[in-house]
Structure formats: C-alpha cells, structure tokens
C-alpha cells in the first residue's frame, strides 16, 4: 500500500530564515505529487504539483520542490520565510488511481516575528 | 474560481444523533470527498463518489453513510453519532480523467464535537 510520510510535525523558524519540509512516499510506479497548505482558519489550497518534466517545481508565495525519484522525496524548500507563511504543510501523493490521494500527517511551521 | 462549500463550520451533536453533513460544489466536478483531518493523522479518507448515485469506500468507512443524488451535492451521514467521532471534516472535489486531473478542492471544514 502507498504511504506517505511527513518527518516534522511542528517546525519553527525566525523570519528569513530558510525552509525544507521533508516527505518520502513508498510506491515503484509513476506518480503524482503535491503540496496542499492551509492557513489558519483557512481551507487547504494547492502549493504546488509535479506530474512530469522537470523535477524542481516551483509554486505560488516563492515556494518550490524537487523530485528525486531514486530517494522517493519531494521536500518543499522556500529560502527566506516570512510570518504569513505561518500554516500547516501536507504532502500528498497519487500513484495508482484516479480519485485517491494519499496524505502525509502535515506539518506545522510556525514563524517567529 | 472553484467553490466548494460547507453547510456549517462547527457543529455540537449529542451522542446518538444522527448527523448530516452536507458539501456543494459549483465546478461541475465528477469527483467529491469526504475526508477527517485529525492531529498528527493527516487526512484520511471516509467514502468518495465518481459519479451522481456511485460511491466507494476509503480508509475509514465504519459509523459513516454517503449520499450523492445531485452531481453537485455530497452528503456525508454519521448514523448514530460517537465521540470518537468528533473531528474536523473536510469536503473536496476535482476532475475526473486522467491523472493529470487528480488536484483536489477543499471546502472550509466542518468542525463537528460529539457530546
């Protein structure tokens, strides 16, 4: 069975400084990925995807991702954060089927003023 | 832009109640979800619909009923509501298609105490 997993529960950081979410999945065959983010008070909204192509994938508010398939990951980096970045962090991922995503636990970054 | 709405954000039920959730869409989405999100569990999955009338279960099936007699309603029912299932619960619709199409729409939530 697929399954994604998320290292961090909780990070906090100052402003500038720089960001890497971890997520490792386990499934042999092409995939889908994502990076869904929900602000507080917020409904989830898509960070960013990668389906094919180039495996640094950059997304809204200067966020980006790589795919190294050889390691199954696709952490999510951002080089200087700011205080509205203040959200949980869920890493999602299709392998097999048309309707299912499976989700990582998330993690929750807070930053600092 | 893609709206997917909740009938409420919280919600208080007594244990025992039945309970309905209800989700609408307006994108004309094949697809709709309902999902829980608890702390440190991520989302896990409760029933989907591809289709007007047609679900399929997901992860976490039990003490749960859907319904979906419009294409763009979902409905998610808790038979006899628990404790166990206080939680925020989620609504989501995509595409249906290829997996290109598989990026999924949130409702807000509906947070729901069982007492």
């Known amino acids: 069975a697929q399954s994604v997993s998320q290292h961090n529960h909780h990070v906090i950081l100052s402003e500038a400084a720089s960001l890497e979410l971890g997520c490792n999945y386990s499934?042999?065959?092409?995939?889908?990925l994502f990076w869904y983010v929900q602000y507080p008070g917020q409904h989830l909204q898509l960070l960013l995807k990668?389906?094919?192509?180039d495996p640094l994938v950059k997304g809204i508010k200067g966020f980006e991702a790589e795919f190294i398939k050889s390691k199954f990951s696709f952490n999510l980096r951002k080089p200087s954060v700011q205080w509205s970045d203040t959200a949980e962090y869920f890493c999602a991922v299709n392998g097999d089927s048309n309707y299912q995503l499976i989700w990582g636990a998330g993690t929750k970054l807070i930053i600092k003023p | 832009d893609v709206k997917v709405t909740q009938s409420s954000r919280y919600l208080v039920k007594r244990t025992g109640e039945k309970v309905f959730l209800e989700c609408v869409q307006d994108m004309d989405h094949e697809n709709m979800f309902w999902y829980r999100q608890d702390p440190g569990l991520g989302l896990r999955l409760i029933y989907f619909?591809?289709?007007?009338?047609?679900?399929e279960k997901g992860d976490i099936p039990e003490g749960y009923s859907v319904s979906r007699e419009k294409k763009e309603r979902f409905s998610l029912i808790l038979e006899s509501a628990s404790t166990n299932q206080t939680s925020m619960y989620l609504c989501?619709?995509?595409?249906?298609?290829?997996?290109?199409?598989?990026?999924?729409?949130f409702g807000q939530g509906t947070r729901l105490t069982v007492v």
């Open positions: 990668y389906f094919s192509g």
């Open positions: 619909s591809y289709d007007v009338k047609m679900k």
């Open positions: 989501a619709s995509s595409l249906r298609g290829d997996l290109l199409n598989t990026e999924a729409f």
């Open positions: 499934y042999g065959g092409t995939v889908n």
